[in-house]
């Protein structure tokens, strides 16, 4: 069970959120929440697993930044949304899993063949602490901020009641795979 352990506001680039910082006895994981989304019905969402390489070591080989940042955006444009952050690196399976997956990718295979030569799952991200955070948070139904259609399915899966899909961006440079 996730437990609500601290909030307060952060200042960002896209205006001002409620950080609020959730814990389940495993993992952190934090909701940026802007306006009054409690009860709410298509609350604008972006559900984001961490990605070290984008938003530490401003890596050019995945989109993870600007798919925050577009996320962000949105949810100021509307005035109202919330974006969950998971702590969930490399498609779940953790730092070490993408590390060890980058010399095969660099051969050629897919990020997916890489991660099972290696070892790991194509994709163990879970989406269950983003259920319960927006059950905590009072969230209804969510409209999805995603480039991946496939996310709604997963997010469904786990409970979450998913109104409507908004694609983050549209370009070429909007598609590289996360890894
Ligand atoms: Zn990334």
Redesign the pocket.
């Known amino acids: 069970m996730i437990v609500r352990l601290a909030q307060w506001m952060l200042k960002t680039k896209f205006g001002d959120f409620l950080e609020v910082l959730y814990y389940d006895g495993q993992k952190e994981s934090i909701a940026l929440v802007m306006g009054e989304v409690n009860d709410g019905e298509e609350i604008l969402c972006r559900v984001h697993s961490s990605?070290i390489?984008?938003h530490i070591f401003n890596?050019i080989?995945?989109?993870?930044r600007e798919q925050m940042e577009m996320s962000q955006f949105w949810i100021e444009q509307e005035g109202k949304g919330g974006v969950i952050w998971l702590d969930q690196e490399g498609k779940g399976n953790g730092h070490l899993a993408l590390l060890a997956s980058r010399p095969l990718k660099a051969q050629g295979l897919s990020q997916a063949d890489a991660y099972e030569r290696v070892g790991y799952k194509i994709d163990a991200r879970d989406y269950t602490r983003a259920a319960e955070i927006l059950r905590d948070l009072g969230v209804k139904s969510v409209t999805l901020l995603t480039n991946n259609s496939r996310k709604a399915d997963d997010l469904t899966r786990v409970g979450i009641n998913i109104a409507g899909i908004r694609p983050i961006y549209k370009s070429a440079e909007g598609n590289k795979e996360?890894?």
Do not use: G, I, M, R
């Open positions: 990605c390489a984008a890596s080989e995945c989109d993870c996360k890894p």
